[in-house]
């Protein structure tokens, strides 16, 4: 069964720094892109970022460039979002997530596999 | 940055009834559209890859159409356990974005 676990997730002040972290099992890892989506309770899904299967090529949205970072250790089946200068608008549940086939060229597919979740709240 | 902008936002139906849920690109994405649905304190699942594949499975009156910039999502024949909240997805560059969402309700 392809299973995915997001740990990490905890209160926070504004300006602080966080790392997520999501374990990946029972599929090739290092075959798929890799993304993080959140989302605020009660609200809509939020793109946050992509990292290619190889960790050659990040994305970012808007609205976490230059303040996050993905990452990924392909050895240990791992998937990780640094998270700095963290704003009272980056609370939400935080899923970890694979595209539902592999991709060697510069495209990107739809997500089939998501964790439960980790929750941010960024909060004095 | 190519948007992609849902409707409805909110639909009431009955079990039994057809329902179609609209996306529109902002620029022609091919068939880079995905779709989800999502229950209340539940992840999303995928439904429909690709615009018009159907998830491995997925019941068959879930269905998916479009290409360019104007798709939609099917549900042929409501059933009770498809009352949810459904969202379009691009995939088509990066950024990528969901759309609105679409809450399915009972009537």
């Known amino acids: 069964e392809m299973q995915l676990v997001e740990s990490g997730g905890v209160v926070v002040q504004p300006g602080g720094s966080l790392r997520l972290s999501c374990a990946a099992s029972?599929?090739?890892?290092?075959?798929?892109?890799m993304h993080w989506v959140r989302q605020v309770p009660g609200k809509g899904l939020e793109w946050v970022s992509v990292i290619t299967w190889d960790g050659s090529s990040t994305h970012y949205a808007d609205s976490v460039k230059g303040r996050f970072t993905i990452s990924r250790d392909n050895s240990k089946n791992s998937l990780y979002l640094q998270m700095n200068s963290l704003r009272t608008e980056d609370t939400a549940l935080y899923y970890c997530?694979?595209?539902?086939?592999?991709?060697?060229?510069?495209?990107?597919?739809?997500?089939?596999?998501w964790g439960q979740g980790t929750t941010v709240t960024v909060s004095s | 940055d190519i948007q992609v902008t849902q409707s409805p936002s909110s639909l009431s139906a009955s079990v039994g009834d057809r329902v179609t849920i609209t996306c529109r690109a902002s620029?022609?994405?091919?068939?880079?559209l995905n779709w989800y649905q999502q229950k209340p304190g539940k992840a999303p699942i995928l439904l429909i890859y690709a615009a018009s594949s159907l998830q491995s499975g997925l019941p068959s009156r879930f269905s998916g159409s479009g290409s360019g910039t104007d798709f939609t999502l099917t549900i042929s024949s409501l059933q009770p356990e498809d009352f949810a909240t459904y969202y379009c997805?691009?995939?088509?560059?990066?950024?990528?974005?969901f759309g609105q969402g679409t809450r399915l309700e009972i009537k």
């Open positions: 997530t694979k595209e539902e086939r592999i991709s060697r060229g510069y495209y990107f597919y739809g997500m089939d596999v």
């Open positions: 029972g599929f090739s890892f290092d075959d798929y892109n």
């Open positions: 997805q691009h995939s088509y560059s990066p950024p990528i974005t």
């Open positions: 620029q022609s994405i091919g068939t880079f």
